[in-house]
């Protein structure tokens, strides 16, 4: 892959600037293990981010339903 291309996707999946250049790095120098196991690490990162992101929003849907239900109530 080439490097501008890694480095936007890094980006766009939301990697900071020090771990797209660990990775970036590690390519470079022919460790291409290193690099997928950082980037797998990264991806749970971001699962996590996910699944908080969920969680949220049910929670916010909740209070709608409550609310909405509240509000039919009166």
Not at 13 to 30: M, N, P, Q, T, V
Not at 31 to 57: F, P, Q, W
Request: charged residues 40%; contains cysteine; negative net charge.
């Amino acid at each position: 892959m080439d490097r501008e291309k890694l480095k936007q996707s890094l980006s766009d999946a939301g990697c900071c600037d020090d771990i797209s250049r660990c990775i970036l790095e590690r390519f470079e120098s022919g460790n291409t293990d290193e690099a997928i196991r950082l980037m797998k690490k990264e991806r749970c990162r971001a699962m996590d981010e996910y699944h908080e992101s969920g969680k949220k929003v049910d929670c916010i849907d909740f209070l709608l339903r409550n609310l909405k239900k509240e509000m039919n109530n009166n």
